[in-house]
């Protein structure tokens, strides 16, 4: 990139909060300041980034393959879903909330904008896994980490479906277990290598807003949901880097091979738990499960949270619950991820700020950590449909 260039790209990053402070006191008018949003949003996702390990130390090498021609694909005809079976996933008991991301005013004061301040998510409404649209996003080619902006929204406008321990939580609270379900998309360019990408996340779920205060995408109770390493599978971390001083991967440590290098398990319930990874050897489908092009996936994690874990006090509990369900189009979901205390697997939620922080928000993007903005691909696209909230499990679509 030529210095010019580059002088170009750093004035940019000056003046994106300041865009995405103008853009939200148009679209928004909400209980939190937008403006206030935006550029502590838009710091606070630099300065998380930046914490975050180039490559995470039980990673496997980078899989091998060659780059592919630069042939962007159209994102094909248009599949409108089962509007009834939505509706009534929607009124299933223990639902909080449900956005079909069908028109504009249901993402308005809930999308940033990427590093240029240039791309936004969108409602498109040409491909829907139900309803009359879905939620777009693009990353450009030549794009860095924040390549295509962000959606959030709390469990519920008022701030009441929040969850919490209720072991060493605040006594106040009523909830401690919550799902989240929703359908995503990928153009098969969205399955390639992107260079010096960590993998760009699916979704982030985490500590909500609070009276008068917005929580960041970055908090130390974070749940990821990522193509960690660019594997094409998706897998978890916790934490913001903070429990024990680290990015908790949600993955088993099975042994080590010859060389003294790891073998774990990153989808410990994919296939019965025979889902293995070697350093420098690209994983296999199945017994994992991957990510599928052109088809809406069915996405859901389950949350409940036993006693908080207080962090580097090295005092496990092994009692909270974290699984991930996933289904390709048309069929059953297959547990992937079960950290629970049924399966002997029991997992730690670590909280710094108990009687504070709790679950109540949840954030979608397709952010790359250490992404190469110089390096060229094919514009790639992802789209989300079908989010739904609940204290219960949520049925598959049909």
């Given at each position: 990139m030529s210095r010019f260039k580059k002088l170009l790209l750093g004035a940019g990053f000056l003046i994106v909060p300041a865009v995405g402070i103008l853009l939200n006191q148009f679209i928004a008018g909400a209980r939190v300041s937008p403006s206030v949003f935006a550029a502590?949003?838009?710091?606070?996702q630099s300065q998380t980034q930046s914490q975050e390990p180039a490559k995470k130390p039980e990673e496997p090498a980078e899989p091998p393959g060659e780059e592919a021609p630069q042939v962007e694909?159209?994102?094909g005809p248009a599949k409108l879903g089962n509007d009834a079976d939505f509706k009534a996933r929607c009124h299933a008991p223990g639902v909080i909330r449900c956005i079909g991301f069908d028109a504009r005013s249901e993402i308005a004061g809930h999308i940033m904008p990427d590093s240029t301040g240039a791309v936004l998510p969108e409602i498109d409404t040409t491909v829907a896994a139900s309803g009359r649209g879905s939620l777009k996003f693009t990353v450009p080619a030549f794009s860095v980490a924040n390549s295509s902006g962000q959606y959030w929204t709390d469990f519920s406008d008022d701030l009441s479906a929040q969850f919490d321990s209720l072991v060493n939580g605040d006594p106040k609270s009523k909830y401690d277990e919550f799902y989240i379900q929703w359908r995503q998309r990928f153009s098969p360019e969205m399955l390639k290598p992107f260079k010096g990408s960590n993998g760009w996340k699916q979704a982030i779920i985490g500590e909500g807003d609070h009276p008068g205060q917005t929580a960041w995408s970055c908090t130390n109770i974070d749940l990821v949901l990522e193509n960690s390493g660019q594997l094409g599978m998706p897998r978890m971390y916790h934490s913001c880097g903070v429990k024990d001083?680290?990015?908790?991967e949600l993955s088993l440590m099975e042994g080590y091979d010859a060389q003294g290098s790891g073998i774990f398990s990153p989808q410990n319930a994919a296939s019965n738990g025979k889902c293995r990874l070697y350093r420098g050897f690209a994983p296999k489908f199945p017994p994992c499960v991957g990510y599928k092009a052109n088809q809406w996936?069915?996405?859901?994690v389950h949350?409940?949270?036993?006693?908080?874990?207080?962090d580097n006090s090295h005092k496990y509990h092994r009692d909270s619950t974290v699984q991930l369900w996933v289904a390709d189009e048309g069929k059953p979901s297959l547990p992937v991820i079960d950290f629970s205390p049924e399966k002997k697997t029991g997992y730690d939620l670590v909280n710094t700020d108990i009687g504070k922080a709790k679950f109540g928000k949840i954030w979608l993007l397709p952010y790359q950590t250490n992404k190469d903005g110089d390096a060229p691909h094919d514009k790639?696209?992802?789209?989300?449909?079908?989010l739904i909230i609940s204290r219960e499990r949520i049925p598959d679509p049909k």
């Amino acid at each position: 990139m030529s210095r010019f260039k580059k002088l170009l790209l750093g004035a940019g990053f000056l003046i994106v909060p300041a865009v995405g402070i103008l853009l939200n006191q148009f679209i928004a008018g909400a209980r939190v300041s937008p403006s206030v949003f935006a550029a502590a949003n838009l710091q606070s996702q630099s300065q998380t980034q930046s914490q975050e390990p180039a490559k995470k130390p039980e990673e496997p090498a980078e899989p091998p393959g060659e780059e592919a021609p630069q042939v962007e694909s159209a994102p094909g005809p248009a599949k409108l879903g089962n509007d009834a079976d939505f509706k009534a996933r929607c009124h299933a008991p223990g639902v909080i909330r449900c956005i079909g991301f069908d028109a504009r005013s249901e993402i308005a004061g809930h999308i940033m904008p990427d590093s240029t301040g240039a791309v936004l998510p969108e409602i498109d409404t040409t491909v829907a896994a139900s309803g009359r649209g879905s939620l777009k996003f693009t990353v450009p080619a030549f794009s860095v980490a924040n390549s295509s902006g962000q959606y959030w929204t709390d469990f519920s406008d008022d701030l009441s479906a929040q969850f919490d321990s209720l072991v060493n939580g605040d006594p106040k609270s009523k909830y401690d277990e919550f799902y989240i379900q929703w359908r995503q998309r990928f153009s098969p360019e969205m399955l390639k290598p992107f260079k010096g990408s960590n993998g760009w996340k699916q979704a982030i779920i985490g500590e909500g807003d609070h009276p008068g205060q917005t929580a960041w995408s970055c908090t130390n109770i974070d749940l990821v949901l990522e193509n960690s390493g660019q594997l094409g599978m998706p897998r978890m971390y916790h934490s913001c880097g903070v429990k024990d001083d680290k990015y908790e991967e949600l993955s088993l440590m099975e042994g080590y091979d010859a060389q003294g290098s790891g073998i774990f398990s990153p989808q410990n319930a994919a296939s019965n738990g025979k889902c293995r990874l070697y350093r420098g050897f690209a994983p296999k489908f199945p017994p994992c499960v991957g990510y599928k092009a052109n088809q809406w996936m069915t996405f859901q994690v389950h949350v409940k949270v036993g006693t908080w874990y207080l962090d580097n006090s090295h005092k496990y509990h092994r009692d909270s619950t974290v699984q991930l369900w996933v289904a390709d189009e048309g069929k059953p979901s297959l547990p992937v991820i079960d950290f629970s205390p049924e399966k002997k697997t029991g997992y730690d939620l670590v909280n710094t700020d108990i009687g504070k922080a709790k679950f109540g928000k949840i954030w979608l993007l397709p952010y790359q950590t250490n992404k190469d903005g110089d390096a060229p691909h094919d514009k790639a696209y992802t789209w989300y449909d079908e989010l739904i909230i609940s204290r219960e499990r949520i049925p598959d679509p049909k």
